[in-house]
């Protein structure tokens, strides 16, 4: 099947769904694959890898391991 039938396919599909969360999910997917390779961060985005490569200079950081056995207690929980 040739690219311009497999676009005329989901073109068709696409026009029949109304979910508009999944919509959106098509939408990032297909942004992601034209665009020019650079992703463009939000400002909440920017500030959270600030703090975290701050949090990270001065060794605030938990291993691997921890968190796995946090998690692992906390699903035991419920």
């Known amino acids: ?21 999944f919509l959106n999910a098509i939408r990032t997917i297909v942004e992601n694959k034209v665009t020019d390779g650079s992703y463009k961060l939000t400002k909440f985005q920017k500030e959270r890898i600030d703090l975290a490569r701050h949090e990270l200079s001065k060794g605030e950081t938990t291993s691997h391991e921890f968190l796995q056995k946090e998690l692992s207690q906390w699903l035991n929980t419920k």
């Open 1 to 21: 099947m040739s690219s311009i039938e497999l676009k005329h396919i989901i073109t068709e599909h696409l026009s029949h769904i109304d979910d508009v969360s």
